[in-house]
């Protein structure tokens, strides 16, 4: 039987951020592409992955940025490519990092990735391993362009497993994956999986061809539920679900989302430039490894040194210095304005060409609803061919089906910038803390004396909430003790 994720304490990864990473900018977590060769054909494929790029970093080049790396803090590190493992000296990337002491994994689509390659990379210190599974077999070949890939995929699920590598699995969600979520959550638990990464599908590169693979926002209506039943019910059976940048936002099941069972962990906005670094194979930096490229490449370490990138480019730096200002849309007068920003700027930005304003937004959606409105998302500009590129799609309002359409109350924007800004000496800046009312468990900022979602008193809920826990855990005391001396008079009498 598995063991239940309740059972014990759920140990937080070496890439979870506190507030000193913040205000000391440590790049927590990079993300590195070493090459951009691929083996399979991924209709969503965001980096239009296939041949290597045209001039990517030499070993010395690769190794030297390891060690850099490792000089700013930075604590993880997940290869990525195209495949990883395409590059020849992959394994000796890994040996560095891991004698630098970072965690070390990488993220594959497992075609052709043998039980010797595995073993050479668990040798070198690797792990962890993350493969990606689109849906069951038919749904996964089609999307990823090769036949059999979903049989290979849980194939090096288990090789992993068997050479003791950490085993995640890693999904994107589009309209047809929906229904396959809870039948592909019980394959995925049988195959020894310990963590379930999800994320949108978001329209950058092979996206935006294929955009019948992007959800509509209003679809978040129906996605977020079955994604909080789904977290409990692999809770329970030993599977964590992590969620991807882009599944939020402060909706009723935010508190399960962000702090891997710590409930005063919500989303606080997008984390490029301020914990995190993106890799391309040619050494180009930027803040998210998602962005794109002709928009945010903050530097290359071939001409500028990734501390001095890190530090001042301002293509890294822009999201320490954003403000509400930049937003727009329903975002520039949400009441989580101050502290979400519109959520992921890789989804808004590729979705709309400007960030600032995210329709993936679960409370956006509810509010929407609410008044008999949704969102629905066509094309009209499709992407170039370059890697990371981007099309447009227009963003239209309409009724939902069978409502009429209701008045939105008027939102002032001013009220919405409501949060202090106070620079650490290094110019981080720590992201805002909002407190969760215990009635609807929907996040509010700590000034609030009444809920604005439903109505509650604060202080009441909370201390009521207290009193609960409290209660709680004697009762679980009692039962230890009970269960304790009961084993000991066990033992006695065996004796």
């Not at 061809?209 to 409990?232: F, G, S, T």
Request: hydrophobic residues 40%.
């Amino acid at each position: 039987m598995t063991a239940s994720l309740a059972d014990h304490t759920i140990h937080r990864p070496v890439r979870y951020t506190d507030v000193s990473d913040y205000e000391r900018m440590v790049p927590v977590h990079v993300v590195w592409e070493i090459t951009l060769a691929c083996n399979l054909k991924c209709l969503h494929c965001g980096s239009r992955a296939g041949g290597p790029r045209a001039d990517e970093l030499t070993t010395t080049e690769a190794l030297d940025l390891v060690d850099r790396l490792a000089g700013l803090g930075t604590r993880e590190i997940s290869l990525i490519g195209g495949e990883a493992y395409l590059r020849k000296d992959w394994v000796e990337i890994i040996r560095r990092c891991r004698s630098r002491g970072m965690r070390t994994a990488i993220q594959t689509g497992a075609r052709n990735l043998t039980e010797a390659k595995i073993a050479a990379a668990v040798e070198a210190g690797l792990q962890g391993i993350g493969v990606s599974i689109d849906g069951l077999a038919a749904l996964h070949d089609r999307v990823r362009g090769v036949p059999g890939s979903f049989d290979q995929a849980f194939a090096v699920l288990a090789a992993a497993k068997a050479h003791g590598l950490a085993v995640s699995v890693n999904t994107q969600i589009g309209p047809e994956t929906l229904s396959q979520l809870e039948p592909l959550m019980d394959r995925i638990i049988a195959a020894g999986a310990t963590h379930w990464q999800i994320q949108l599908t978001v329209a950058m590169g092979n996206a935006v061809d294929n955009d019948q693979l992007l959800l509509q926002p209003y679809q978040l209506l129906d996605l977020m539920p079955l994604l909080a039943r789904l977290y409990e019910d692999g809770r329970e059976r030993g599977l964590l679900m992590v969620v991807g940048n882009n599944i939020g936002y402060f909706g009723p099941y935010e508190h399960l989302w962000r702090g891997f069972g710590d409930e005063s962990e919500h989303w606080s906005g997008c984390a490029a430039g301020q914990t995190g670094i993106g890799i391309e194979a040619d050494g180009t930096i930027k803040g998210c490894p998602s962005l794109a490229t002709s928009l945010y490449a903050a530097g290359n370490v071939r001409t500028a040194t990734i501390e001095d990138i890190w530090r001042h480019s301002e293509a890294m730096r822009f999201g320490r210095l954003r403000d509400v200002d930049e937003l727009w849309g329903y975002c520039r007068t949400c009441y989580y304005a101050d502290v979400c920003r519109a959520g992921c700027t890789w989804t808004s930005e590729s979705l709309l060409g400007k960030r600032g304003n995210n329709p993936y937004c679960h409370h956006r959606v509810r509010d929407l609803a609410a008044h008999g409105r949704r969102e629905r998302i066509v094309k009209v500009k499709e992407a170039p061919a370059d890697s990371f590129a981007i099309g447009e799609f227009a963003l239209i309002e309409e009724a939902m089906p069978g409502c009429d359409l209701r008045p939105m109350p008027a939102r002032d924007p001013n009220a919405v910038h409501v949060r202090t800004v106070v620079r650490a000496a290094d110019g981080g800046l720590a992201p805002a803390t909002l407190d969760l009312c215990r009635d609807c468990e929907r996040y509010v900022w700590p000034h609030e004396t009444t809920c604005p979602h439903c109505g509650g008193d604060l202080a009441t809920t909370a201390a009521r909430h207290a009193a609960d826990v409290a209660r709680r855990q004697a009762l679980i005391a009692r039962a230890r003790a009970v269960l304790a001396r009961l084993g000991s008079e066990g033992a006695r009498h065996e004796a």
